[in-house]
Nanobody, 127 residues
Framework: QVQLVESGGGSVQAGGSLRLSCVAS??????????MGWFRQAPGKEREGVAC????????YYADSVKGRFTISQDNAKNAVNLQMNDLKPDDTAMYYC??????????????????WGQGTQVTVSS
């Protein structure tokens, strides 16, 4: 059974940093998935793509709102994908979800195509 478990969320002040981690179990993602991504959803808003990575080649993609502040990376030894978030802003407050896709995607910042999802970890940024 495939599981994605996120960790690392919390509460920080604006300008602070957090590092989210997503560990996959029941599957060796480097051999079975094409993309992994981080998405977020704030109350009353749609879920949006934040960052994603092509597992096979390491190419990364970012939403314009987080470019230069967030970095997605993969850790094959730990079967994990991390999201380093720097210079956090109150608008970054949301539940953050990790997701995985085994199919090829034309654009991985959309939720479509991601079949596996974690339960989420809350990030709260105060001003």
């Amino acid at each position: 059974q495939v599981q994605l478990v996120e960790s690392g969320g919390g509460s920080v002040q604006a300008g602070g940093s957090l590092r989210l981690s997503c560990v996959a179990s029941g599957y060796t993602y480097s051999r079975n998935w094409n993309f992994m991504g981080w998405f977020r959803q704030a109350p009353g808003k749609e879920r949006e793509g934040v960052a994603c990575i092509y597992i096979g080649g390491g190419t990364t993609y970012y939403a314009d709102s987080v470019k230069g502040r967030f970095t997605i990376s993969q850790d094959n030894a730990k079967n994990a994908v991390n999201l380093q978030m720097n210079d956090l802003k109150p608008d970054d407050t949301a539940m953050y979800y990790c997701a995985a896709a085994s199919t090829w995607l034309n654009g991985c910042l959309k939720t479509r195509g991601f079949a596996y999802w974690g339960q989420g970890t809350q990030v709260t940024v105060s001003s």
